[in-house]
């Protein structure tokens, strides 16, 4: 540093300096120099979108109320919306309402978002949609179903197995499917004349709700049915699709029209009305095959596996977002299991074991005393004949956990 640097930093630190004390600490702020706007308020956000105001906002007086919007755009948007402060931000994300994906998803889920659901067999994935269904109906929005592997009967069983109740929402059209199945059953009224009661009330309540495809083959056929029940339940902006199984779908149709399905079902409903699409998919070896290499495509993909080396000999069930954009994802693991009524509960499998071994110990403890260092049981040493030892005698192992039952068991 030259002397002239030198002296002028001396300077400049000795105005800062009262004479024979200490430097005056600066007001600390929280808040950067470069984030405070034109407004002088750099934490304002819009009364319509919910964003932050980077500009000067647009301000007016309603029913002796201030509303501040970020742009003129947005503050029409709230008059038309009859001045509802918010009512723009609830319509970019939502919450699933399913644990491992709210876990993952601090700053919820897009609306717009095509995502693929891809599940080894064994892993519940038919409980994943049906919770996806069954939150979006309780938060009151309407859901359509478009089933290809499954009757409408089966679907609504589904549901009641995990102690959801759909019957109300079918009834009043909140639930729609779309019926991709039955086209495989040559003679129906044979089908339902070999139906119990019970299910023939289940396809009875499901029939007004339900619209069944002639041939799932011709894809414009299945978009048009799709369409109608998108435009009869008015979903834009709410709601959700769910598809069951696109790896059937691309054994019915070359893979190219596979492709374009889903490309137009994208553009047309995620992009065009803001109402997401989940669709299912088996992983069964080709993960180089449609739908499995469809990752360019979709906007988000969520995995569900079994792991067996956590714990051995026990399958534990997995989920985790590898990608969706536009939002914050954690890409973490969540072992989970399903309980009725409770829907996805995630555990530490860890954790678990450890929980059970401590309780196992605790239990052999409150059944008798421990044996003596001298290798004699408290019997013994009062004198008493111990029981014979023997395989006829030895009292049966406890099964570990997952561990399959003896043979002479089963």
């Given at each position: 540093m030259t002397d002239e640097r030198r002296s002028t930093a001396d300077e400049v630190a000795g105005s800062e300096t009262e004479p024979g004390g200490d430097p005056e600490p600066s007001?600390?702020?929280?808040?950067?120099?470069?984030?405070?706007?034109?407004?002088?308020?750099?934490?304002?956000?819009?009364?319509?979108c919910g964003l932050p105001v980077p500009t000067e906002p647009v301000a007016t007086t309603h029913e002796g109320d201030e509303f501040r919007c970020c742009s003129q755009a947005c503050m029409d948007a709230l008059s038309r919306a009859g001045f509802d402060a918010g009512a723009g931000a609830g319509h970019r994300r939502i919450r699933p309402g399913v644990a491992a994906l709210d876990q993952s998803l601090p700053q919820g889920f897009p609306r717009n978002a095509f995502v693929l659901l891809a599940g080894e067999a064994g892993s519940r994935d038919r409980a994943v949609h049906a919770e996806l269904v069954w939150r979006a109906l309780?938060?009151?929005?309407?859901?359509?179903?478009?089933s290809f592997q499954?009757?409408?009967?089966s679907i609504v069983q589904q549901f009641l197995t995990l102690e959801w109740n759909v019957?109300?929402?079918?009834?009043?059209?909140q639930l729609h499917i779309v019926d991709c199945f039955t086209y495989r059953l040559s003679d129906r009224d044979r089908m339902f004349d070999r139906m119990d009661d019970w299910n023939q009330h289940l396809y009875d309540a499901a029939t007004d709700a339900t619209t069944t495809t002639r041939d799932p083959s011709d894809l414009g056929e299945v978009r048009n049915k799709l369409d109608n029940?998108?435009?009869?339940?008015?979903?834009?902006?709410?709601?959700?699709?769910?598809?069951?199984?696109?790896?059937?779908?691309?054994?019915?149709?070359?893979?190219?029209?596979?492709?374009?399905?889903?490309?137009d079902l994208r553009a047309d409903v995620c992009k065009g009305r803001f109402v997401p699409v989940f669709a299912g998919a088996t992983i069964a070896g080709g993960r180089e095959e449609f739908p499995h290499d469809l990752g360019y495509v979709t906007d988000g993909i969520v995995e569900m596996r079994l792991n067996e080396e956590i714990i051995p000999d026990t399958l534990i069930k997995q989920a985790r977002i590898r990608k969706l954009n536009?939002?914050?994802?954690?890409?973490?693991?969540?072992?989970?299991?399903?309980?009725?009524?409770?829907?996805?509960?995630t555990f530490d499998p860890e954790e678990e074991q450890a929980k059970s071994r401590q309780r196992r110990r605790e239990a052999a403890d409150a059944d008798g005393p421990p044996a003596h260092p001298d290798g004699t049981d408290a019997e013994h040493r009062n004198g008493e004949t111990p029981a014979p030892v023997g395989p006829e005698a030895r009292p049966p192992e406890r099964p570990k956990p997952g561990a399959e039952a003896p043979e002479n068991d089963r």
């Open positions: 007001e600390p702020s929280d808040v950067p120099d470069a984030e405070v706007g034109a407004a002088g308020r750099a934490d304002e956000r819009c009364d319509f309780q938060r009151g929005e309407p859901v359509v179903v478009v499954e009757p409408p009967g019957l109300p929402y079918l009834e009043s059209g029940a998108l435009e009869a339940r008015e979903m834009v902006g709410e709601g959700l699709v769910l598809i069951d199984s696109l790896t059937e779908l691309g054994t019915l149709v070359q893979p190219v029209q596979a492709y374009d399905f889903v490309k536009g939002v914050l994802v954690i890409p973490e693991w969540h072992a989970y299991e399903y309980t009725s009524g409770l829907g996805m509960v």
